[in-house]
């Protein structure tokens, strides 16, 4: 109940009216904002190759021998230690912005290049 009682009446502080001054202490934690994440362009040729990887790592696992609890374990853990060095050589690390732009592909890089290189505004 301390967190809540971090208020201080402060009597000598009175005003002309009945009022009396209060402070109160709050505690502001300190969080990790994430400025940088792994991401894949949804639609793009890495997307395709991501999926494609993991269907076939999942498609070449040897399930015969599954037998028991830990044998089930074991298949799990290597598809998700195998999923997760697919998604690492098929994604690449941005930054987080206000300014982030999800939607921009490699056609919008085009575009802009043939605008720019003509300055005409049907470009």
């Not at 939607?103 to 505004?121: D, H, P, T």
Request: glycine letters at 0%; a positive charge.
């Amino acid at each position: 109940m301390d967190e809540l009682n971090n208020h201080v009446i402060h009597l000598k502080w009175r005003l002309s009216l009945n009022h009396t001054p209060l402070t109160v202490k709050i505690s502001i934690l300190e969080e990790y904002i994430q400025t940088r994440k792994r991401t894949i362009v949804k639609g793009s040729e890495e997307e395709f190759k991501l999926i494609t990887d993991v269907t076939n790592l999942i498609k070449s696992l040897n399930t015969i021998h599954i037998s028991n609890k830990k044998d089930l374990e074991c298949i799990v853990q290597e598809i998700m230690h195998n999923t997760d060095k697919i998604w690492f050589k098929h994604s690449k690390m941005v930054n987080i912005t206000k300014h982030l732009k999800l939607w921009w592909n490699k056609n919008c890089k085009r575009y802009l290049e043939i605008y720019r290189a003509s300055r005409q505004l049907e470009n």
